[in-house]
């Protein structure tokens, strides 16, 4: 069992700054990948970022330039540094984390989420 437990959202004025933070625990035996979604009202969920445990990174076009996803493999967290924000960034933000977990001597892969965090864009 995987849990993920996410940090950091909040009411930010447009053109500020928010750092979310996202922390694995439980049965992990090695993380991938772990990265952001979000979903605003009335809207479909989206990829925002997503990082590697190599190092690669991707991103929606929508946030290229103001967004940085990091990962402390050693700490199975993931962070989103969040900048320039803006209204449209309004959203439930969810963690995901892909990996796998040793069960019985036995390595299964999984696919775990957070909570969701709240973030408010907002004047």
């Known amino acids: 069992q995987v849990q993920l437990v996410e940090s950091g959202g909040g009411l930010v004025q447009p053109g500020g700054s928010l750092r979310l933070s996202c922390r694995g625990s439980?049965?992990?035996?090695?993380?991938?990948?772990m990265g952001w979604y979000r979903q605003a009202p009335g809207k479909q969920r989206e990829l925002v970022a997503r990082i590697t445990v190599d190092g690669s990174t991707n991103y929606t076009d929508s946030v290229k330039g103001r967004f940085t996803v990091s990962m402390n493999n050693a700490k199975n967290t993931v962070y989103l540094q969040m900048n320039s924000l803006k209204p449209e960034d309004t959203a439930v933000y969810y963690c995901?984390?892909?990996?796998?977990?040793?069960?019985?001597?036995?390595?299964?892969?999984?696919?775990?989420w957070g909570q969701g965090t709240l973030v408010t864009v907002s004047s």
């Open positions: 439980g049965s992990i035996f090695s993380i991938n990948a």
């Open positions: 995901n984390a892909q990996g796998s977990e040793r069960i019985d001597r036995m390595w299964t892969s999984f696919s775990a």
